[in-house]
């Protein structure tokens, strides 16, 4: 099974900096897309920010211009630099990994356990 484990959260003050990281473990798979959602109290989990394998990404509209996602394929890991914090950035953030298993060619989605950002004003 692919197991993600997210580091890199934490409190900062608005204006400030955070990133995260996102690392994939295990062995015999080929993880295509990942990406970053966000779940704040009292609202649904949305999409923060995704990226193909290749390195094509996509942003929602809230986080444009403010957030980097990036991945490194040979550490099956994935990034997400997140600069200008506002409050409304507050919230779990989750990590999300699709992907193939080699010998089975079986399709696998896999979420983290989430890592809490607070952005104080």
């Known amino acids: 099974q692919v197991q993600l484990v997210e580091s890199g959260g934490g409190l900062v003050q608005a204006g400030g900096s955070l990133r995260l990281s996102c690392a994939a473990s295990?062995?015999?798979?080929?993880?295509?897309?990942m990406g970053w959602y966000r779940q704040a109290p009292g609202k649904q989990r949305e999409l923060v920010a995704s990226?193909?394998?290749?390195?094509?990404?996509n942003y929602a509209d809230a986080v444009k211009d403010r957030f980097t996602i990036s991945r490194d394929n040979n550490k099956n890991t994935v990034y997400l630099q997140m600069n200008s914090l506002k409050p409304e950035d507050t919230a779990v953030y989750y990590c999300?990994?699709?992907?193939?298993?080699?010998?089975?060619?079986?399709?696998?989605?896999?979420w983290g356990q989430g890592t809490q950002v607070t952005v104080s004003s």
């Open positions: 999300n990994a699709q992907g193939v298993y080699s010998s089975t060619l079986q399709l696998f989605g896999s």
């Open positions: 990226i193909t394998r290749v390195g094509s990404t």
């Open positions: 295990g062995s015999g798979f080929r993880i295509n897309a």
